[in-house]
């Protein structure tokens, strides 16, 4: 029987983890460049987890310089079977208040500058994202959230914005009358990199502000998103604590097929495929080349 592994991504104010049994900060190769930093690994409830502080400790990286690619193929190399991205964000619904969190399920990806595939020229793949994210994960997510008294909304549209620059008025207005929930600079090409490794991805989104939409509410200010995300870093950590007990230590396959979805996508001939690129895919798509 396969081993659940969970990766967590935490985002902005959110540098380590607690409660981890043999917890140990190891560095971890990729074939993709380095990874955002070094990975803390250990044990909760029996599960092996997995902890990856996105912008690196000290917040090093902007939105933009995050290596996903790197991340991604490092917690695929360590085996990572669920990521739980836990992010910050700005809300486009009034009733989506600061303090409360939102599960993910669809997105749209505004980014322009960042390498958003594992694969390209020499070996070409397709994968769906019609559903970016795991159903079967999210609800353990729910559940855990409701476990520790959250105030947690199941599902929500996140638009993916380049940055590092928050939005104008203008811009918010649009993208609130586009239907999306909830905003941020992250979770793409994060979602995308996870599917194409056939790993479940989650997201948990912690509002933080209103962006610049509301009547009643003032311009985005980082000192007002450190202090919201202050208080919500600890009910994340609840969340996850949470986790493991719900997932489980076996893995049983993903009944949305997340960890299938490289079966059918590989286009390139096996004759024509660049053998550097191959390479570099081992952990991603070796099952498959
Ligand atoms: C500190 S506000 C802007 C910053 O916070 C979010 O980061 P993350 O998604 O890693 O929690 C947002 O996407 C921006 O990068
Ligand atoms: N309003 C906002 N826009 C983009 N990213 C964010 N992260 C937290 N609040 C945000």
């Not at 990975?39 to 029996?46: A, E, F, P, V, Y």
Request: glycine share 10%; net charge negative; aromatic share 6%.
């Amino acid at each position: 029987m396969m081993q659940t592994k969970i990766g967590i991504i935490g985002g902005s104010g959110i540098y380590n983890m607690d409660g981890l049994e043999d917890a140990a900060w190891v560095a971890a190769p990729s074939a993709w460049g380095s990874p955002s930093d070094d990975m803390l690994t250990g044990r909760l409830d029996g599960v092996e987890m997995v902890f990856l502080p996105r912008h690196g400790r000290g917040h090093v990286h902007s939105p933009t310089t995050v290596p996903y690619r790197a991340n991604i193929d490092a917690l695929k190399r360590l085996g990572v079977t669920d990521i739980i991205s836990v992010s910050a964000c700005g809300s486009f619904r009034e009733e989506m208040a600061p303090g409360d969190f939102v599960l993910v399920d669809q997105f749209i990806d505004r980014t322009f500058a960042r390498e958003k595939s594992f694969f390209g020229t020499g070996c070409v793949a397709h994968v769906s994202v019609a559903h970016p994210t795991c159903a079967r994960l999210s609800e353990a997510c729910a559940t855990a959230g409701r476990d520790a008294g959250i105030t947690i909304h199941t599902g929500g549209t996140y638009l993916a914005m380049e940055g590092p620059q928050f939005s104008s008025m203008a811009e918010s207005k649009l993208y609130r009358a586009w239907g999306c929930d909830v905003i941020g600079m992250t979770n793409m090409p994060e979602a995308k990199l996870a599917r194409e490794a056939e790993i479940c991805y989650a997201s948990v989104a912690m509002v933080t502000d209103y962006d610049s939409w509301h009547p009643d509410h003032g311009a985005v200010d980082v000192s007002d998103v450190i202090k919201t995300l202050q208080g919500n870093g600890t009910k994340a950590q609840d969340l996850i604590s949470r986790l493991p007990a719900l997932v489980g230590p076996e893995r049983t396959p993903c009944p949305h097929g997340c960890d299938r979805a490289l079966e059918y996508a590989v286009m390139t001939a096996p004759d024509k495929r660049d053998p550097a690129l191959v390479a570099k895919l081992d952990a991603i798509a070796g099952r498959v080349l």
